[in-house]
Structures are given as C-alpha cells and as structure tokens.
C-alpha cells in the first residue's frame, strides 16, 4: 500500500554513464516533484508536473529530464552522469499544486557516480 | 533571493519542550510547511501556515508572523523518536502557479534520555 514509491533505492554508476530513476504514486495526485538532497542534507526542488505539464523546471542541467507517462509516473533521466550528481533524489506528490496540500515523499533513490 | 535560516543543531531532554525557529526571505509567500526527517528515511509533514497565528496538533504547534518572516515549531513532551532532522519550507510565489518550494537547511534535534 505504498503511496508514493521510487525504484531502485540504490544507484551505483560510473560517471558518463546514464540511468533512469522511477517514481509511482497511487494517491491520485495532481502534482509530482522531483528533489535532490545533497551530502549538506539541503533539500532542492528539481522539477515539478501537474497534471502532467511541466510547472517548474529549476536551474538543473539539461542533462536532468523528467518524463511522465501518466498522472501516476514521474520518472527521472539523468544523462552523462557526474561527481556531483551523487546525493539522494526523492521523488514527491501533492493533491494538487497550491494551498495547504502537503507533499508526500517517496523513499528516496541513492545516487553514488564513480 | 531566497533565504531560510534555521539553527543546525539543537538538544532537549526526554519530556522537555523545544522551540525551533525558522526565519525566511523570499520573493513571495504562499504558506509555510514542517517537515520531519528521520536519519536516512523520506521527510513527512508535520504543519501547514499561512495566516498569522498558532497551529495546534497534539505535541506539534506551528507559529506564524508573516510581517517579520518568521515561524516555529513547538514540541511538547519530547520521546526518543522525535530525535529527527525538521525542516522549514516555504512556498513562495513568483509568477507561477505558487508550488515553487523552498527548504530550509533543517534543524538537527538530539532528545536525550
């Protein structure tokens, strides 16, 4: 009964490699983010979808892209991967994307570059 | 710019009250969240302002001033399982719809036996 939940949990690569990090929500949410939190435990919002159109698109290098496939999905493709791209990624969803509706957080994916 | 400040560390006793502070600036206001963060788990929501005031659930209370940019939580009662990292975000407003969320450093808190 997961509500928000991300695969894999763990992600050692080399750097340049490129992996794909996914997020499925079964809440029925409107809104899905993605955040990095770095080694400094700061928490950066990333992206965010609502109702699959992209909202925010934060200062990320363009070789972050978000894709959506549906309301539920919000996966994460990183290209030619580097040091600094280790941190833990978290992927999150609201019920819609104003007012007092909180986030739900996935359990986060552990990113290690190589 | 945006700015969130909140104090790195703190530590209570077991059955002792805390305060943690949060003061922000940001290009806009649309509410204030708490979050909770265990060492190596997801953050979870604690409280939600927007309006001045007090917020009251159970041992949690969240503050609001608005004029001065500033918020805190309260915990009452204090157990071992509140020791957790709490973060302060704040969802400002540029011209978006308003879901541009901004956290704060987050708050380390050691309750001690």
């Known amino acids: 009964d997961t509500a928000v939940s991300q695969t894999p949990k763990y992600l050692v690569t080399q750097m340049g490699n490129d992996k794909s990090i996914k997020c499925e929500q079964n809440?029925?949410?409107?809104?899905m983010y993605w955040y990095k939190q770095d080694s400094k435990k700061f928490l950066k919002i990333m992206f965010s979808?609502?109702?699959?159109?992209?909202?925010i698109n934060e200062t990320v290098p363009n070789r972050f892209s978000p894709k959506s496939p549906d309301k539920a999905h919000l996966n994460l493709h990183i290209n030619s991967l580097e040091l600094g791209d280790s941190a833990v990624y978290f992927c999150?969803?609201?019920?819609?994307?104003?007012?007092?509706?909180?986030?739900?957080f996935g359990p986060g994916t552990r990113l290690t570059v190589l | 710019g945006q700015n969130i400040d909140q104090p790195t560390e703190m530590t209570a006793t077991e059955g002792a009250i805390v305060q943690i502070n949060c003061t922000y600036q940001?290009?806009?206001?649309?509410?204030l969240f708490w979050y909770q963060q265990h060492a190596g788990e997801a953050p979870t929501f604690l409280s939600y302002?927007?309006?001045?005031g007090l917020e009251e659930k159970g041992r949690f209370s969240s503050f609001l001033s608005r004029s001065k940019g500033y918020s805190y939580l309260l915990l009452k009662e204090l157990q071992m399982k509140d020791s957790a990292s709490y973060l302060c975000?704040?969802?400002?407003?540029?011209?978006?719809?308003?879901?541009?969320?901004?956290f704060g450093p987050g708050t380390r808190l050691s309750v001690l036996p």
């Open positions: 940001t290009s806009g206001f649309n509410g």
């Open positions: 302002n927007v309006l001045d």
């Open positions: 975000a704040v969802r400002d407003d540029p011209d978006n719809y308003g879901q541009n969320f901004v």
């Open positions: 979808y609502n109702n699959k159109e992209l909202i």
């Open positions: 809440l029925g949410h409107d809104t």
């Open positions: 999150a969803s609201s019920q819609a994307p104003g007012g007092e509706y909180e986030q739900f």
